[in-house]
RNA sequence: GGUCCCUUCGUCUAUCGGUUAGGACGCCAGGUUUUCAUCCUGGUAAGGGGGGUUCGAUUCCCCCAGGGACUACCA
């Protein structure tokens, strides 16, 4: 029996999770749950300087709303806890005096004025200044001075940080679940910083350290984290502890031009990059970022798209409940390409998924926006349910309902420019005929009044499109929506007899 | 600049050496519909370039080009 599979999510608090984020977090759990896992959460906030109040809380609602919660985090079966790094910062320290005892890294007293000056320097030169073996001993750090003399400045309080002793001369072929073989030279990686002058760790150290602590099986991350795949690989040999598994994702792609979706992108690109929407409190101005569930996308929606982006299963099936995808989702099937997010496909999900929905939830969504128009009282849900379902096949969103179906609620104010050419000399004439026609009709519903009235057509030679087109025209204003008899029979025989008197008198 | 990763229709992708290179979104056309939408049918459109290996490369290898990520006492 192999090892229980524990998988993370470990995002810093700095701000709104972002739809790369979210992808993430999604193929984490994926991944637990088809392996009969556990998917934990990890705030990594060892960076005091960028704490955002709010993004902590704001993780777990997206995950929570997303339906891809957490097995263990802050405050939920905490078997490894605290799962937050700031309250794990006691832990740290003993790890980095850990490598400075076994030599696997060292006290480095380099100022980053100083360093920022060698930089400097370096680029003006046209080099890259990089801190390793090469300059490492020429650098103000504990390999050449007396352990005495480093104890002393300590001692004397002056800042410090410990930076890892990158070995030398080793080529590293590491194993990614997705890129299969990724050869680094130890020689051209840099002495990394593995605690901070301020006490507290780098990512990299805590990461390490916390994975390790919380018996973390694979480390699925995006792929802005392969170049220091090897640094995590040698900081695990240098404990002596077994590495976990790496699997790096593709990154999201801007929809157009070049780069990676960032959370800077905020609205600029006509679709929300947060799960959530999200006010900027720090800003002057409190700026709000557009959020899928704010927008109207459905979980279901921004799980399927995710999925997809980067993974499928080999057939040609689309649409994924959350299930289906733990029961098919396979590491090995990631992409390692990076994809372009297309918010048309997203758009076309969301409508696939609209449809999908029983008319009762949608029409509890669509209520308080007829509310709104002020016609709450009026409407018994039963009817509200019925119109949800004659228009939602017209819709991406339950927020185009209302254009959709006010002239469920009230006569057209106007009619359509173009349509209006239909309404001809002899039109006002049938429209007469059409309402003592409809005014005799005892069982107003939908399947026999369209009887009578195409029976009254029959009889009297009329064609369709004479009366058929003023009549729409007549009730909604234009040439279009749903079934006109259904239409008819909701708003009632009454309001349909005025509706037409008022187009004979205004067109 | 350096390191690493990537490269099939406009976009997301299938293809585990031999296919008329398939599907989806989008777009176009036709059909259904009194209308719009849905739905159905069809169409549009792809293996970055150059070398190899092979009887045969989109598929394997190399080079180049292009794109991306990383290059902080940030994660």
């Keep these: 029996m192999s090892k229980q599979v524990r998988v993370r999510f470990a995002p810093s608090p700095t701000g709104p999770l972002h739809i790369g984020g979210v992808r993430t977090a999604l193929f984490n ?95 003006e030169q046209g080099k890259t200044f990089i801190y390793n073996w090469h300059n490492r001993e020429k650098l103000d750090t504990s390999l050449v001075i007396s352990a005495e003399e480093t104890a002393k400045r300590i001692a004397n309080g002056e800042d410090y940080v410990i930076r890892f002793k990158t070995p030398v001369d080793e080529t590293l072929h590491l194993q990614d679940i997705i890129r299969g073989d990724v050869k680094f030279e130890t020689n051209l990686l840099d002495d990394k910083v593995l605690f901070k002058s301020d006490g507290m760790p780098t990512y990299h150290l805590a990461n390490i350290v916390d994975d390790h602590l919380m018996e973390t099986s694979h480390v699925i991350r995006g792929e802005e984290w392969l170049p220091s795949m090897p640094l995590h690989i040698l900081l695990y040999r240098a404990f002596g502890w077994e590495a976990p598994e790496f699997a790096h994702l593709p990154l999201i792609l801007k929809p157009v031009g070049n780069g990676k979706l960032s959370k800077r992108d905020g609205d600029k690109l006509g679709f929300p990059v947060f799960p959530l929407e999200w006010t900027d409190a720090s800003s002057i101005d409190k700026t709000v970022s557009s959020g899928y569930r704010e927008k109207g996308f459905f979980p279901e929606t921004v799980i399927n798209f995710l999925a997809l982006l980067g993974w499928n299963d080999g057939t040609e099936q689309e649409l994924f409940s959350l299930e289906e995808l733990v029961q098919k989702f396979d590491l090995n099937r990631v992409h390692k390409a990076g994809a372009k997010f297309d918010p048309e496909k997203n758009k076309w999900f969301n409508h696939q998924y609209l449809v999908k929905q029983n008319d009762a939830d949608l029409a509890k969504a669509f209520a308080p926006i007829v509310a709104e128009k002020g016609f709450s009282t009026t409407l018994e849900m039963t009817k509200l349910e019925k119109i949800v379902s004659l228009i939602k096949e017209r819709a991406h969103f339950v927020s185009e309902f209302w254009d959709l179906s006010d002239f469920f609620f009230v006569a057209p104010k106007s009619y359509d420019e173009k349509a209006s050419k239909n309404w001809k000399e002899e039109t006002p004439a049938l429209m007469q005929e059409l309402i003592s026609v409809l005014g005799e009709i ?66």
């Design 29 to 123: 759990y994926l991944f637990a749950k088809k392996n009969n896992g556990v998917f934990f959460l990890r705030i990594e906030d060892t960076d005091q300087n960028r704490f955002v109040p709010g993004a902590e809380e704001y993780i777990m609602e997206s995950l929570e709303w997303l339906g891809i919660a957490p097995d263990e985090t802050i405050g939920k079966n905490e078997k490894f806890g605290p799962y937050k790094q700031s309250e794990r910062k006691h832990l740290y320290k003993q790890y980095a005096d850990e490598l400075i005892n076994s030599g696997n890294a060292y006290y480095a007293f380099d100022t980053a004025e100083a360093l920022d000056l060698h930089r400097k320097q370096h680029e």
């Design 442 to 507: 005892t069982d107003f519903t939908s399947l026999n009044i369209e009887t009578i009235v195409k029976d009254w057509m029959t009889k009297n030679e009329i064609g369709m499109g004479k009366v058929m087109q003023p009549f729409r025209l007549s009730l909604v204003g234009a040439l279009k929506g749903p079934h006109l008899f259904d239409i008819v029979e909701l708003i009632g025989k009454e309001e349909t007899i005025q509706r037409i008197e008022k187009a004979i008198t205004t067109l």
